[in-house]
Protein backbone atom coordinates (compact mmCIF):
# COMPACT_ATOMS: atom_id res chain seq x y z
CA UNK A 1 0.00 0.00 0.00
CA UNK A 2 0.85 3.07 -0.62
CA UNK A 3 1.83 6.20 1.58
CA UNK A 4 0.84 9.78 1.01
CA UNK A 5 3.22 12.03 -0.73
CA UNK A 6 4.17 15.22 1.18
CA UNK A 7 5.36 18.27 -1.34
CA UNK A 8 6.91 20.79 -0.16
CA UNK A 9 7.61 23.87 -2.32
CA UNK A 10 9.06 27.25 -2.11
CA UNK A 11 8.12 30.36 -4.58
CA UNK A 12 11.24 31.95 -6.08
CA UNK A 13 11.69 35.49 -7.51
CA UNK A 14 13.84 34.35 -10.45
CA UNK A 15 12.99 33.20 -14.10
CA UNK A 16 12.35 29.19 -14.50
CA UNK A 17 14.95 28.87 -16.97
CA UNK A 18 17.41 30.29 -13.90
CA UNK A 19 16.10 28.26 -11.36
CA UNK A 20 16.35 25.07 -13.26
CA UNK A 21 19.58 25.23 -14.72
CA UNK A 22 21.12 25.99 -11.40
CA UNK A 23 18.68 22.84 -10.01
CA UNK A 24 20.01 20.80 -13.10
CA UNK A 25 23.86 20.97 -12.57
CA UNK A 26 24.56 18.23 -9.96
CA UNK A 27 27.74 20.31 -8.43
CA UNK A 28 25.54 22.85 -6.97
CA UNK A 29 23.85 20.04 -5.31
CA UNK A 30 25.77 20.35 -1.83
CA UNK A 31 24.89 24.42 -2.54
CA UNK A 32 21.48 24.55 -2.27
CA UNK A 33 20.72 21.03 -0.15
CA UNK A 34 23.74 21.21 2.48
CA UNK A 35 21.47 19.31 5.07
CA UNK A 36 21.91 16.66 3.04
CA UNK A 37 25.01 16.57 0.05
CA UNK A 38 27.96 17.93 1.62
CA UNK A 39 30.45 17.19 -1.48
CA UNK A 40 29.68 15.40 -4.89
CA UNK A 41 31.80 14.08 -7.14
CA UNK A 42 31.18 12.48 -10.56
CA UNK A 43 32.17 8.63 -10.46
CA UNK A 44 30.16 7.58 -13.91
CA UNK A 45 28.88 8.84 -17.91
CA UNK A 46 25.79 7.78 -16.55
CA UNK A 47 24.94 11.34 -14.45
CA UNK A 48 25.72 9.00 -11.52
CA UNK A 49 27.61 11.07 -8.41
CA UNK A 50 28.92 9.67 -5.36
CA UNK A 51 27.87 12.13 -2.14
CA UNK A 52 28.76 12.60 1.06
CA UNK A 53 25.82 13.21 3.17
CA UNK A 54 24.78 13.91 6.81
CA UNK A 55 24.78 10.03 7.23
CA UNK A 56 27.88 8.78 5.22
CA UNK A 57 28.66 7.93 1.46
CA UNK A 58 25.19 7.56 -0.69
CA UNK A 59 25.08 7.76 -4.59
CA UNK A 60 22.68 10.09 -7.05
CA UNK A 61 21.57 9.48 -10.46
CA UNK A 62 19.74 12.55 -11.83
CA UNK A 63 17.47 12.29 -14.73
CA UNK A 64 19.09 14.04 -18.08
CA UNK A 65 18.55 17.69 -18.84
CA UNK A 66 14.82 18.48 -19.68
CA UNK A 67 12.87 20.99 -21.39
CA UNK A 68 9.80 20.04 -18.54
CA UNK A 69 11.92 21.11 -15.25
CA UNK A 70 12.33 17.60 -14.16
CA UNK A 71 14.84 17.11 -11.76
CA UNK A 72 14.09 14.04 -10.78
CA UNK A 73 17.15 11.77 -8.78
CA UNK A 74 17.64 8.53 -7.10
CA UNK A 75 19.50 8.45 -4.02
CA UNK A 76 21.32 5.08 -3.44
CA UNK A 77 22.04 4.23 0.11
CA UNK A 78 22.63 1.13 2.15
CA UNK A 79 21.74 -1.05 -1.32
CA UNK A 80 18.61 0.57 -1.51
CA UNK A 81 17.40 3.14 -4.05
CA UNK A 82 14.98 5.66 -3.13
CA UNK A 83 12.89 8.14 -5.76
CA UNK A 84 13.00 11.66 -5.21
CA UNK A 85 11.02 13.72 -7.64
CA UNK A 86 11.85 17.31 -7.83
CA UNK A 87 10.35 19.90 -10.41
CA UNK A 88 11.11 23.60 -11.24
CA UNK A 89 7.78 25.22 -12.55
CA UNK A 90 6.76 28.92 -14.16
CA UNK A 91 4.91 30.95 -12.11
CA UNK A 92 4.19 34.46 -13.18
CA UNK A 93 7.38 36.12 -13.68
CA UNK A 94 9.16 34.28 -10.89
CA UNK A 95 8.86 29.87 -10.33
CA UNK A 96 8.01 27.25 -7.39
CA UNK A 97 10.27 24.16 -6.99
CA UNK A 98 8.38 21.67 -5.55
CA UNK A 99 9.94 18.71 -3.92
CA UNK A 100 8.04 15.45 -3.05
CA UNK A 101 8.74 13.14 -0.59
CA UNK A 102 7.77 9.84 -0.68
CA UNK A 103 7.86 8.27 2.74
CA UNK A 104 9.62 4.43 2.86
CA UNK A 105 7.64 1.69 4.52
CA UNK A 106 8.77 1.54 7.86
CA UNK A 107 9.61 4.77 8.51
CA UNK A 108 8.56 6.68 11.20
CA UNK A 109 6.07 9.95 11.46
CA UNK A 110 9.10 11.63 13.58
CA UNK A 111 11.57 11.09 10.59
CA UNK A 112 9.36 11.53 7.84
CA UNK A 113 8.56 15.51 10.13
CA UNK A 114 12.52 15.75 10.32
CA UNK A 115 12.96 15.00 6.45
CA UNK A 116 10.30 17.69 5.87
CA UNK A 117 11.98 20.10 8.09
CA UNK A 118 15.15 19.71 5.83
CA UNK A 119 13.74 19.84 2.98
CA UNK A 120 12.10 23.35 3.77
CA UNK A 121 15.71 24.23 5.21
CA UNK A 122 17.38 23.43 2.09
CA UNK A 123 14.50 24.99 0.16
CA UNK A 124 14.92 28.45 2.08
CA UNK A 125 18.64 27.63 0.96
CA UNK A 126 17.97 27.32 -2.47
CA UNK A 127 15.67 30.87 -2.24
CA UNK A 128 18.26 32.74 -0.98
CA UNK A 129 21.11 31.64 -3.11
CA UNK A 130 18.83 32.45 -6.20
CA UNK A 131 17.36 35.80 -5.33
CA UNK A 132 20.56 37.38 -4.21
Not at 44 to 50: A, G, R
Not at 62 to 91: C, M, Q, S, W
Not at 99 to 121: C, H, W, Y
Amino acid sequence: MANDAIHVSIGIQRNVNDVYDFLSVPQNFPKWAPGFCLSIEEVSTDNTWKIQTTNGEAHVTFVERNKLGVVDHFVTVNGGTIYVPLRVVANQAGSVVIFTILPQPGVSEADIENDRAAVEKDLQQLKSLLEK
